[in-house]
């Protein structure tokens, strides 16, 4: 590393400086908005005398009386100022409508132009997602952004998962957060989303590895709002929102549910009536079987609590409800100093009841000049506060699909209704809700820095920034005790935990910019540590006389006292160094260097070292294509860079036991090593350890390769403009704990550098700008995006752990999440296409045929293979948005392709997989004799074609076209004589069409399964702007 | 520069946090400590593949009980072992099982390995942990045995970067039962006769699951799984090892069979080896009977989840004839499980041990009458429960667990009546049936007068009882077929539901006749098992898990016929 710091420094020494005799002139460049434009070019006219705009779009330029200042901006006309003897500020608008290429952007500890840009980076126009309710950003980010592929649901409290460009470990895939510039793996649901000013997403390695140990899979770097020098203002704005739960899945009702009952026992040859609910007047016919009339019992109990209901209980967890958002910032930009502070409130009651989320944030950024400018100290702080229900919303939902629908929520007597003889154990939904409502977790988080900027000399400058991201969660609940159909526990429990973890973040960055002739040079050094800690701790006790949560301490409990804790520790150490050059503005290289080193890795192998570089030729600066009137802008890059990820256990690379006194082993095996030795059957027992991991000292950094070639254009005076980006990304040593041989027992299990992926694909935005005249303004902007991914190495020991038959059908040259099973076939609709079938234990009319892919005769494993993955297949986003004088218009339309596992149908399409819960109302239109048209196999209540095995039944074309955002606002700030900067008014619609495939049989392709549903969202708010 | 501010060796040295290494566990309190955690895998059983209770291994491919549940597929998994023909390579929890011996295999060699390397001074225990350790280890491997047949073996002696090298066949049949008896033998040797602790094993536990081990290797088996010769010494010393713990004096039939399956009369005179439960010790929900947590009834005090359930042809079993004899061949002419009618014929009071049934006391309360109402699905698996793993809602063991129901009621593996029987099977096979006669009587009178608490509200008895000694020459004739036949009989009721009588079957080499001939008249009672088949050579025993075969890049070999 040492290196790199004697480079700079004989750098340093090698340069002079030449200063003029003449007076200084400061000034302010603003675009037609009266927004700060950084990066413009201020040269005195015929001479070398040359500076740029800072990011307040501030310059100081040193010229005499007579003397011209010229203003370039690339995509704006030139602006030339004349210098007069009275001159002393020199404030300069520049039209830069349409011209997206001018951004500046943050890309790695530093800010650049975005025609300087080489590395595929994309900028997301925040203007277009302010407004919309989510609660956090990156879910309003859906579909917008080429190569970012966000999955999320509709809870208030849920997150959003992001993958860039394909899947590129077999581990945590989540990318880099870096929110004014202190990275953190968190995403950004915790931020007040009008704080945020810009986001920017790095998307190849040639960009990201700035970034180096995190920065795999991709960085998100967001900008929070700062005060503008010279500028003061307060922002408003307010909405509300109605949602609705769009499209509930279809279930039987109480009678439906009787009928589909005697339909699968008569099916069978049983005697309908051998069951503890349903009776039936029918004809006791089997050949012939005629339905009458479906008889009800008095009570569906023994005890006689609960008179049979026609419950649909989608209806009963569910609700319309309201989500209010509220946020307003001070901001006051002066000489000396700027400052902004917000605050923020978020509330979503969410469409499962009691599934509420509220968020209260607030930001402080502030900087002050001294020393003459050169110092700049200031910090970014942000505190969030998230009170959120933990209702078990999961179970909620997943209960409401199996719970039958002859059961009341409430008994007679006002107790709960739940499942009678017959039926599935599983849970009275509303209970689950009702008695987990005061049942909350307090959330907080504090993320910032502090920072100084030192201008050591013009053009270098020094940046120290001590920046912490801590976050802590206290939760205290309570589980009542409960009688509900079969369902009891007599025990109450209060329980209460904390966690607490964090980082302190240290970064110290040097950086030089030089610019000479036709020379442009920029050099960044800087150093990153890390240390992260994390540690929690929980106790609960049982026996408390009261079920209120108001009392429910631990103190009030008096049985059953248990407590445990735990905790973590890693850090990280990072160098770092990259030279960005450019020559006449035509041809761009940049070169990066990052070495990092992780605790996580042994002592050997705890640092890795990881090169970048990409280059850049603005083809449109070229003569020959300066002729072509048409194109305003052309630039070629390419890219390579590489990665690392050091993303698994803290300790994974030590042989290590624990002393594991008892675990719950409700839902999987105990672990523990304590036993009752004695024989006494209770008090306090002997324990030992158990053995959790074998290490591995050999263990490295996971690392990521890769090659961008991209192309940005502007046509039409910049009218049209546009990316496209592709891109070859190789992943090699892979972190993974493969599954293991078994004679290996307990700590089995290793982290090893085992398995190299490859995703290619292309991602590509395609805008249109037009103002048709002074009133009528169109935005077109589409984005279209796709990727392949394949496993191309694993060990052969491992190969098993991942699906295939471990042999000849294997992982390898296939997709990640590759989905291995039998290929459903159709049903058997004729006796004769049953006996010419394949043997296959269970088969008959009306049953799943299995095809029999390696033709021996018979279904058995043999017979399975790769049957799709769940890697979209593409992904599209379409933004329309219309300014007409004061109005304002848009929708966002989003697309997906992929294949989906509808697990759902186990229950939507059997009555044989589980014969007590509630089912489907395809049910109803199950094959039989009489309806041989149904692919939904024929009812039975015993499933001896085992029909739950993994098939292609299962899987579903999932492919969703979704209005996410349709958008109306009206601005009124000529209405008011005050000076308002900005009054709008808006309503806006989410999620108010889907558009699915015709084969996909759930409500929602983008929710297939157990996730909480995507509400449809009207909403009505104000922006105003003193 | 920046080099000064940070020493970057050491910011990086980040201690690991609340674990241990594996030196640290050397000391003689950490090693007694790893023989604790041995013994702890025995208790870590779970309803997902249980191995401590073997019931849906032994009691439900027996044809003693249904699966039971919501239905076929509620734990379709065991469902495929009930029908045998749906059973699957890839049966992902034979892959669990098999693991989970492991597990338990493991620790021990683990603890062993510590043991034999520190000396009797630091360790005055060393040789009576050895024994015990291998006690456990022999436990492990036996339940692997007669589960998977071939399985690879491994000792503490070995590192396990060599485990990928060994295969399940690198050991001969015999040869791995001879290592299995090896790490009895040992125990038997140095363990002491009693123990103060009464969850370790004793001398006599060890010389009783020796002899267990013994006589299953005494019958000798092809490569197809039939037997082929009966071992004449070993069945000499099955008999030995049970007269040696006859006549230590320590064990008895405790005077009645309920004491068996209550939690207030565990660690009892007829336990020689049980599984250790706890509760209220300070672990989140108790170290409880987890193998058996799906097996409650579905009524409010329980509420799940109904597995387990005896199938009629197990109840059947129980009628006796007028003599007071169980009927071997007759017995399932009538289906009284059928028609609920325990009056009109006579009943082995076992019966109402074992199962529950629509108007009888649950667990011996009279005011606790199971209903229909309590099972969950009758349309497929008719309204019986299983009842020796159970305990009444009000039992101090008893613990809720939502969903499941647990209790810390230990768990028998080896009862004192196991190794009469065994020794009576010995003599049989060795051609002294009339040595056999007073053992299965001694065991035909303690189930005789075991009535007491098979009481209904009114005080009359819960059915109709009718136990009868065999008494050759007045109601039998006690010819060694006869004989064979009556201990046959008397092992499935005896141990009827605790989950080894397919074990037994395999054993006798009549698992195929006897399975195929349940399955062809109890699938016309139950529909589950339509598809239902053994195939002979194939299924006495699992396949070897596809993924171990896979795991071990082929060095695994599979069984017959999978």
Not at chain 1, 326 to 342: A, I, M, R, W
Not at chain 2, 224 to 232: E, F, L, M
Not at chain 2, 509 to 521: H, V
């Amino acid at each position: 590393m040492k290196r790199i710091f004697l480079f700079f420094v004989l750098l340093l020494s090698a340069v002079g400086w030449s200063f003029g005799q003449v007076r200084p002139l400061s000034g302010t460049v603003t675009d037609k908005a009266s927004t700060a434009l950084e990066g413009v070019t201020v040269n005195v006219v015929g001479t070398k005398t040359t500076t740029m705009t800072d990011q307040n779009g501030q310059f100081r330029i040193e010229a005499s009386t007579g003397q011209s200042l010229k203003f370039f901006y690339v995509g704006a006309e030139p602006v030339t100022f004349p210098i007069d003897a009275s001159t002393r500020n020199v404030n300069v608008q520049m039209d830069i409508s349409s011209n997206k290429l001018e951004e500046v952007v943050v890309t790695g500890y530093q800010t650049e132009r975005k025609k300087d840009i080489t590395g595929a980076v994309n900028v997301v126009d925040v203007a277009d997602i302010k407004d919309i309710p989510t609660g956090n950003p990156t879910k309003a980010l859906q579909g917008r952004v080429p190569g970012v592929l966000i999955t999320t649901d509709g809870s208030p409290t849920g997150g959003a998962t992001v993958r860039i460009r394909g899947i590129g470990t077999l581990g945590n895939n989540d990318p880099l957060y870096v929110i004014d510039g202190v990275p953190t793996k968190s995403g950004l649901e915790q931020l007040n989303q009008n704080d945020i000013e810009s986001i920017q997403v790095l998307k190849d390695a040639s960009s990201a590895t700035i970034y180096g140990s995190r920065a795999a899979n991709g960085v998100v770097i967001v900008t929070t709002k700062k005060a503008k020098n010279g500028f003061s203002k307060v922002d408003v704005n307010a909405s509300t929102s109605i949602q609705n739960y769009a499209t509930k899945l279809k279930t039987l009702n109480a009678e439906e549910r009787g009928r589909a009952y005697w339909l699968a026992a008569v099916n069978d040859g049983a005697n309908p009536n051998n069951n503890q609910i349903y009776q039936y007047d029918w004809n006791n016919d089997f050949t012939n079987p005629v339905l009458n009339r479906v008889l009800l019992p008095e009570f569906i109990d023994a005890a006689g609590t609960m008179p049979p209901a026609d419950t649909y209980w989608y209806d009963e967890i569910s609700q319309q409800s309201i989500i209010q958002s509220y946020d307003l910032s001070l901001s006051n930009g002066g000489e000396k100093g700027n400052s902004l502070f917000s605050l923020g409130y978020y509330d979503n009651k969410g469409i499962v009841k009691e599934s509420h989320s509220q968020k209260y944030t607030a930001r402080f950024n502030s900087d002050y000049k001294m020393l003459n400018n050169k110092l700049t100290i200031g910090e970014n702080f942000s505190a969030s506060y998230i009170k959120n229900a933990l209702i078990p919303a999961s179970d909620i939902l997943f209960a409401s699909l199996v719970q039958q629908p002859i059961v009341p929520v409430h008994t007679i007597d006002g107790g709960w209704g739940g499942p009678a003889a017959g039926m599935t154990d599983r849970q009275n939904p509303v209970r689950l809700i009702e008695d987990n409502r005061d049942n909350k977790s307090y959330f907080f988080r504090l993320f910032g820095n502090a920072f100084a900027n030192y201008d050591v000399l013009p053009g270098l400058t020094f940046r120290t920034s001590i920046g912490i991201d801590y976050n802590g969660t206290y939760q205290r609940t309570l589980k009542k005790s409960y009688t509900s159909g079969f369902l009891a526990d007599p025990a109450n429990q209060v329980f209460n935990g904390q966690v607490y973890q964090g980082n302190i973040i240290w970064q110290n960055t040097l950086n030089y910019k030089l610019e000479k002739g036709k020379h442009s040079v920029e050099f960044l050094a800087g150093h990153e540590y890390i240390r992260n800690i994390n540690q929690e701790f929980s106790a609960s006790r049982q026996g408390l006389a009261l079920e209120n949560i108001n009392y429910a301490y631990l103190n009030a409990g008096s049985t059953n006292t248990l407590n445990g804790g735990s905790g973590a520790a890693y850090a990280l150490l990072s160098y770092f160094g990259k030279v960005n050059y450019v020559l006449a503005d035509k041809y761009i290289a940049s070169v990066t260097l990052r070495r990092d080193g992780s605790s996580r890795f042994g002592a050997e192998n705890r640092y890795g070292t990881f090169p970048a570089f990409s280059l850049g030729w603005r083809l449109s600066e070229e003569a020959f294509i300066k002729q072509l009137d048409f194109i305003s802008d052309l630039k070629l890059r390419y890219g390579w860079g590489r990665s690392g990820n050091q993303d698994i256990p803290d300790n994974a690379s030590l042989s290590l036991y624990s002393a594991i006194y008892g675990v719950d082993p409700t839902w999987d095996f105990d672990r523990g090593s304590a036993y009752d030795i004695n024989g006494g059957g209770t008090g306090q027992l002997p324990s030992g350890f158990t053995m959790i991991q074998q290490g591995n000292a050999a263990l490295k950094w996971e690392s990521l390769q890769e090659s961008n070639f991209g192309v940005d254009f502007g046509l039409f005076n910049n009218k049209l403009t546009g990316s496209f980006d592709y891109f070859i990304k190789k992943t090699s040593d892979i972190l993974i704990s493969p599954a293991f041989l078994a004679v290996l027992g307990e700590g089995g299990n290793r982290f090893i550098n085992g398995a190299s992926l490859q995703n290619k694909g292309l991602d590509a935005i395609i805008s249109y700008d037009t103002k048709l005249n002074d009133d009528l303004s169109l935005n077109l902007t589409g984005n279209f995006s796709l990727y392949r991914n394949k496993v191309t190495y694993l060990p052969k020991e491992v190969l098993a752990s991942y699906p295939g038959n471990g042999t000849d059908k294997t992982i390898l040259g296939r997709a990640v999440n590759s989905y291995f099973g039998y290929v459903a076939d159709g049903l058997f609709t004729s006796q004769a296409e049953v006996e010419a079938a394949a043997e296959q234990p269970g088969k008959g009319l009306g049953r799943i045929k299995y095809r029999d892919l390696n033709g021996d005769g018979i279904i058995n494993d043999q017979d399975r293979d790769f049957i799709g993955s769940n890697s979209p297949r593409y992904a599209a986003g379409l933004n329309v948005s219309l300014n007409y004088k004061n109005f304002d218009f848009s929708f966002f339309l989003q697309g997906l392709n992929v294949n989906v596992v509808n697990d759902f149908k186990t229950y939507t399409d059997f009555s044989s997989l589980w014969t007590g819960t509630n089912w489907g109302s395809r049910t109803l239109d199950a094959w039989s004799p009489s309806n041989t048209g149904s692919s939904i196999p024929a009812l039975t209540l015993v499933d001896r074609n085992n029909e739950g095995r993994f098939s292609t039944y299962f899987i579903e074309n999932g492919s969703y076209l979704k209005l996410r955002n349709l958008q109306i606002g009206y601005n009124f700030k000529k209405a008011f004589n005050m000076k308002i900067q900005n009054a709008r008014m808006f309503v806006q619609g989410s999620n108010l069409f889907t558009i699915k495939s015709k084969s996909f049989t759930g409500p929602d392709p983008e929710i297939p399964n157990y996730g909480f549903p995507v509400p449809v969202v009207g909403t009505i708010g104000i922006n105003v702007t003193l | 520069m920046f080099t000064v501010l940070i020493s970057c060796k050491k910011v990086l040295d980040e201690p690991a946090q609340g674990v241990v290494s594996s030196e640290d566990l050397g000391t003689p309190e950490n090693i007694d400590k790893m023989v604790i955690a041995a013994y702890s895998a025995l208790g870590n059983d779970h309803y997902t593949s249980p191995y401590s209770s073997m019931w849906p291994y032994g009691s439900v491919r027996g044809g003693d009980t249904y699966k039971g549940g919501d239905g076929p597929g509620d734990l379709s998994e065991f469902h495929l072992f009930e029908t045998f023909s749906l059973n699957r390579v890839d049966n992902p929890l034979l892959d669990q099982v098999w693991f989970r011996l492991y597990v338990g295999i493991g620790r021990a060699n683990d603890a062993l390995k510590r043991v034999n390397e520190i000396s009797d001074v630091d360790f005055p225990k060393k040789a009576e942990r050895q024994a015990e350790l291998r006690f456990l280890r022999g436990h492990f491997y036996f339940l692997a045995k007669i589960l998977f047949k071939y399985v690879p073996y491994l000792d503490e002696n070995m590192e396990k970067t060599t485990y990928n090298t060994i295969s399940n066949r690198a050991l001969p049949d015999a040869e791995l039962w001879a290592k299995i008896t090896d790490d009895f033998r040992a125990a038997a040797n140095a363990l002491p006769e009693s123990q103060a602790e009464s969850g370790r094993v004793s001398k006599f536990a060890a010389k009783a699951y020796l002899a267990k081990v013994l006589l299953y290797q005494a019958y000798e088996q092809g490569e197809d799984h039939q037997v082929t010769s009966i071992n004449a010494s070993k069945l000499e010393e099955v008999n030995a090892l049970a007269d040696e713990i006859i006549a230590s004096g320590k064990y008895s039939l405790t005077t009645d069979y309920a004491n068996n399956f209550l939690a207030t009369t565990q660690n009892g005179p007829e336990s020689i080896f049980a599984i250790q439960y706890s509760k209220d010790d300070g672990t989140p929900k108790g170290r409880l009977d987890y193998g058996h947590a799906l097996n409650y009834p579905m009524n409010q005090e329980y509420g799940c989840c109904g597995f387990n359930i005896p199938s009629h042809d197990l109840i059947n079993a129980f009628k006796t004839d007028v003599n007071g004899l169980p009927q071997f061949t007759t017995y399932n002419n009538v289906d009284v499980a059928a028609n609920l009618d325990f009056k009109s014929s006579t009943f082995d009071p076992r019966m109402d041990h074992t199962v529950a049934r629509p108007g009888a006391p649950y667990k011996y309360k009279t005011n606790f009458i199971f209903q229909r109402s309590w099972s969950r699905a009758p349309a497929i698996y008719d309204s019986f429960a299983s009842m020796k793993e159970t305990v009444l809602p009000e039992d101090p063991s008893f613990q809720k667990v939502p969903p499941f129901i647990g209790s810390s009621k230990n768990w028998e593996i080896i009862r004192y009546a196991d190794v009469l029987l065994w020794k009576a099977e010995a003599l049989i096979e060795l051609n002294r049936s009339l040595e056999a006669l007073p053992l299965i009587n001694q065991i035909r009178n303690r189930a005789n007068t075991s009535t007491a608490l098979l009481k209904m509200a009114d005080g009359s008895a819960t059915s109709n009882y009718n136990v009868q000694l065999y008494q050759p020459g007045v109601n039998s004739d006690w010819t060694q077929a006869y004989a064979r036949a009556a201990l046959r009989f008397e092992r499935r009721l005896e141990f009827a539901t605790e989950g080894y009588h397919f074990f037994d079957l395999v054993r006798w080499g009549i698992a195929s006749q006897t399975m195929n001939a349940y399955f062809e008249i109890e699938k016309r009672r139950v529909a589950h098992l339509n598809d239902a088949r053994f195939t002979k050579g194939r299924d006495e025993y699992f396949p070897i898990p596809l993924n171990q075969i896979n795991f071990s890049s082929g060095l695994y070999k599979q069984n017959n016929g999978w």
